[in-house]
């Protein structure tokens, strides 16, 4: 390690949320002040891909985990879907 900055992002609304895990590492941003979207970026700092999931996990032999936010359906809260996605 060098301790180079590999790529630093300029915008207040995109937190990284994990380390590099099978060369990716994901990140939240702000899309209102309510609601947030995740994604993972690439070791250049390129935006591999996004998603529409509320968090998103680290991923392990292909795999990462994920969580959709809940929703109110007809006045009664439901929680979001939870599972895996592939890389």
């Given amino acids: 390690p060098?301790?180079?900055?590999?790529?630093?992002t300029e915008q207040d609304s995109i937190f990284l949320t994990s380390d590099f895990h099978e060369g990716l590492a994901a990140f939240r941003?702000?899309?209102?002040?309510s609601?947030?979207?995740s994604g993972y970026y690439?070791?250049?700092?390129?935006v591999a891909f996004r998603t529409q999931f509320q968090s998103l996990g680290d991923f392990h032999e292909g795999l990462a985990s994920f969580k959709e936010s809940g929703r109110e359906i007809a006045g009664r809260w439901r929680n979001g879907a939870h599972g895996y996605i592939d890389k």
């Fill in 2 to 8: 060098s301790g180079e900055i590999l790529f630093s």
């Fill in 29 to 33: 941003s702000a899309e209102t002040k």
């Fill in 35 to 37: 609601e947030f979207r």
């Fill in 42 to 46: 690439d070791k250049s700092g390129k």
